[in-house]
């Protein structure tokens, strides 16, 4: 009798911690993160790898897609939650169009030190002077029109009282820019990391200009954070709990950034999730620099806004604060408190 009440009480206790088990799992709530495998997306991957997600009790799943752009769709029909999404003319036009996403946080800029953006130049161009003013009638490429690193490029001629209608600009995709500067088809191209530090090991091309170099207030504004709104309207805890542990990833980011105690544990991190396997380009690529509290970069923004409009593109005239949701990360930054941005 005794051993069968042992037993009755052994099998009362698995079954009780079994449905704590399922239960607990079934309160997490689900959400769907799209990624594109890159860099800029190493928050979300510490987020989940070190479980901050799990902690504010939400099950993320990551959706691998092919660009922020390619992400419109599902995001604007809460197929996707959140995503990373570039800078750039079609950005604001789809904010006019009544787009139902909003900009939460600020995600990839570049700065001294940390600028992944880069205007490369073939080799054998190389005059020593690297003056911007020879860039007149020169070929570049770049990856899309009316792009933030065709702004780039717009700022940086406009430094030297030129225009993009002093280059011949042509547009390809990042990895088809080495061949066709080997085969002398174009003379520099802009390029993202770890593009500059590939091409460079070639000997293909050379850095002609960081844009930290050239554009500085308002900084290259590269990509922000975007939330679909019906979802974050829907489920404002779950918002928030996302906001909460993203930054949590970002200063994990921002510590190994600059070089921290951790930087070892990120890396391994980025080389599990990314689809940049090589552990020693991760010291030889400029990081991308992210703010630490997530800021939204207003003036970088309106001056892309502006600067599209100026070009001839069919920009909106939108309100930027219509595309912004400033309260959820205020909520965030007042339960983590700000940090020193050094």
């Known amino acids: ?9 052994v ?44 902690q504010q009790g939400i099950d993320v799943t990551i959706q691998r897609i092919g660009s922020g752009a390619a992400a419109t769709l599902p995001l604007s029909t809460n197929q996707v939650q959140v995503v990373g999404g570039s800078v750039s003319a079609a950005l604001f036009n789809a904010f006019a169009r009544d787009w139902p996403v909003r900009i939460v946080m600020g995600r990839t800029r570049d700065e001294q030190g940390f600028s992944s953006d880069t205007l490369i130049m073939r080799g054998d161009l190389n005059d020593g002077k690297n003056e911007l003013v020879s860039l007149k009638g ?5 990856n899309a029109p009316a792009s933030s690193l065709e702004y780039m490029l717009g700022r940086m ?14 547009y390809m995709p990042w990895p088809s820019m080495g061949a066709a500067m080997e085969s002398k088809a174009i003379d520099a191209g802009i390029v993202v990391e770890p593009f500059v530090a590939l091409y460079g090991a070639q000997k293909t091309a050379y ?6 170099q ?9 990509s922000v954070v ?24 970002l200063r994990d980011y921002y510590e190994a950034m600059k070089r921290g105690p951790n930087r070892k544990a990120v890396v391994d991190i980025g080389l599990k999730y990314t689809t940049l396997k090589d552990p020693a380009l991760y010291d030889q690529i400029e990081w991308s620099y992210m703010d630490p509290n997530a800021d939204i970069p207003r003036e ?3 001056d892309q806004q502006s600067w599209y409009r100026t070009m001839g593109s069919d920009v909106s005239n939108v309100d930027l604060e219509k595309m912004l949701d400033q309260n959820i990360l205020d909520q965030a930054q007042g339960i983590l408190g700000r940090v020193s941005a050094e």
């Open 1 to 9: 009798m005794a051993k069968s009440s042992f037993k009755c009480r």
């Open 11 to 54: 099998q009362l206790a698995l079954a009780c911690g079994l449905a704590a088990v399922f239960s607990s799992a079934a309160l997490a709530q689900q959400m769907v993160v799209g990624d594109q495998g890159i860099i800029a997306d190493l928050p979300i991957y510490i987020a989940l790898d070190k479980g901050y997600f799990k």
């Open 138 to 142: 020169r070929k570049i490429a770049i």
């Open 157 to 170: 001629l406009k430094s030297v009282d030129l225009t993009l209608k002093d280059v011949e600009v042509v």
């Open 207 to 212: 850095v002609f200009r960081r844009a930290s």
């Open 214 to 222: 050239e554009l500085s207030k308002p900084s290259l504004e590269s």
């Open 226 to 249: 975007l939330f679909n709104k019906d979802w974050m309207d829907r489920n404002p805890k779950q918002a928030l709990g996302f906001t909460v542990a993203y930054i949590k990833g």
């Open 300 to 302: 970088g923004l309106r």
